[in-house]
């Protein structure tokens, strides 16, 4: 795919928008009629040509204006990028996946060439140039985990590894659903976990961390992680709550459809060679209720979804207020047909 | 489990029982980086069976136009490591799984203390190269039988200068653990690789001396011990598998067809664990992964390592 990238916003006026691709490629997360967590981790291996599993990291048509999005963000407020400082050969393990991904997967915009230590990057989208040297940070303008950062979309947080478990000790943060870097750094994964319902019971949190802590060098892997955002906002951070939280109290029968989006998560787990740290992407996708609704079968399977939804999963993902007027409009698509399992749109 | 091509390169004696194996890609690229401490299994397609041993990565994790392990002769051993001492050549192809690191530096260790005891030397000659790397405090304790036996002592020395302590048995020589691990400084962590004894030894001294747990890593892959032969039921697969004596559960499970999970081999990591379905009691607990409850109740098991003495096993496989 060669998306042609898009020039729109994520705050003020909310200009972004889908094209019919894009809504056609959307990783919809529900294959059932029900929602429940479970260990839904699979390998990150490469799926079919165009879908957004088709590469190791997923360069879609609004690539260019998130990374202005995450740029205006982060100079609001830096704190959304921070690093331990144990964590640099780390940085530069994920400098080194994220080049040679992007050159390998999109010759088209990104070039790697390297010589030794002495490294050309270009990202002609970005209109970014730089010759530097691998492993000497004093040879970019910033932080190298910061400076790749900037340039792929979606948050990214490194996880060291050890006693047992995995510490989040680097992130560059900046389109989260209602989750703190500042207030997550240093936590252990049984932390940061700690305020999501019903996963503790289940073993599931056990169990992840079980696989995670043996995940393979070129063997990573993938799950979908969803939410709903008012207006198609990437920085609905606790930080910034005053911009956003607000929004959720205007939704009502007329305008569900083009306010609520269905937040999408894909994220992705990788082992990083020379410092087997791991990081974690997180890689957010916003649809709209109305276009999620053009494919009839995603209409039906998101409206029985939502219908069944347990009560303190709907208060932990914040839709309470809205949640209603969710249902209501779905229903007006579901004509109770049996749907079959998978994700799939038609 | 991703696995990489690569072809024997170099093939060298280091001692009368440990011979040193360098390995590069097939394809003539560079192997992935990895980080010190780490592991590879290493396939040998022998004669009607394939050994999957696990060996420790000894080069330094910056170079990686190669590889380098290095193996011990294990006289009564089921067959791997004498396979590798008579069977391997040089230009032979080979497979290995990716690295994968279960014996890893703590980053945040103010110091540290590497002890090994025999081959346990071999993930420390890749540790040191990161410690040095990252300019960080160590010293390395290395106990043998004697100078004949112990390898790599030259190139220790010229990598390792003060750093490095020798205890040669011949000579009389002995590691004071008491003395050596209650005269660190707070924040120092201690390392061990070597025969369970000295592993024991270690783990109970630090213990004893109050040393959080968190602070004291041991690497203590099993190999997967002679036993009696039986039989193991496949309940998904509908099959019977015999296990004979000189061959881990796993190795007759992937003999007989089936593909299951695994990565390290030795008992350590836990991605092969199986789930018991039925059993009259007789199994033998050999990994170092299940917490003593879970081996108690005897509804899981580790296939790479453990076996049973019973009559009757049925695994969910």
Known sequence: ?346 | MSTLNVKVAAIEQVTPLIKHFTFVNEDGSLLPAFSGGSHVVVAMEAEGRTYRNAYSLMGSPAETEAYHISVRKQENSRGGSVFMHENVTVGMSMKITQPVNLFALSKLGHKHILIAGGIGITPFMSQIEDLKMMGARFELHYAFRAYQHAAFVNELTEKCGDSLHCYADSQGDRLDLNELLSSQPLGTHVYVCGPAPMVVAVLETARTLGWPESSIHNEEFTSPPVGLPFKVQLAKSGIEVNVPGEMSMLEAIEAAGLQPEYLCRGGVCGRCELNVLENDGGIEHNDHFLSESEKASCRKIMPCVSRTKGKHLVLDL
């Open chain 1, 1 to 346: 795919m060669k998306p042609n990238f898009k020039q729109e916003s994520f705050r003020g006026d909310y200009s972004y928008k889908n094209s019919p691709v894009a809504v056609k490629r959307f990783p919809f997360p529900f294959s059932e009629d029900n929602y429940m967590y479970s260990v839904n981790i699979e390998p990150h291996t490469k799926g079919k040509p165009g879908s957004v599993y088709e590469f190791a990291f997923d360069i879609d048509e609004h690539y260019v204006s998130e990374c202005m999005d995450k740029i205006i963000t982060l100079e609001e407020d830096p704190g959304r990028y921070t690093a331990l400082p144990h964590m640099m050969g780390a940085q530069w393990d994920f400098l080194e996946l994220a080049m040679t991904s992007l050159a390998n997967d999109y010759p088209d915009y990104f070039s790697l060439k390297r010589s030794g230590s002495k490294w050309s990057w270009e990202n002609k989208p970005l209109g970014i140039v730089d010759v530097f040297t691998f492993g000497d940070k004093s040879t970019l303008p910033m932080e190298p985990f910061e400076y790749i950062g900037r340039q792929l979309q979606g948050d990214y947080v490194l996880l060291d590894q050890r006693d047992e478990t995995l510490y989040a000790d680097a992130g560059i943060v900046t389109s989260q659903a209602d989750w703190s870097l500042a207030f997550n750094a240093g936590m252990s994964w049984k932390e940061w976990h700690g305020p999501v319902p019903k996963v503790t019971e289940l073993g599931v949190l056990d169990r992840a961390l079980k696989y995670l802590l043996n995940l393979q060098l070129g063997s990573p892997v993938r799950r979908l992680n969803w939410t709903m955002t008012i207006n198609p906002r990437l920085d609905t951070s606790p930080e910034n709550y005053p911009h956003w939280g607000g929004d959720r109290t205007k939704v009502n029968a007329e305008n569900v459809a083009d306010l609520v989006n269905l937040r999408v998560e894909l994220q992705t787990l990788f082992r990083l060679p020379r410092s087997n740290a791991i990081v974690f992407g997180i890689r957010c996708y916003l649809m709209s209720l109305k276009d999620i609704a053009t494919f009839p079968r995603w209409a039906k399977r998101l409206h029985r979804v939502q219908k069944t939804l347990p009560t303190d999963l709907i208060e932990y993902k914040g839709m309470t207020i809205y949640h209603p007027f969710v249902i209501d409009w779905l229903s007006q698509f579901d004509d109770g047909e049996e749907l079959g399992f998978g994700t799939q749109p038609e």
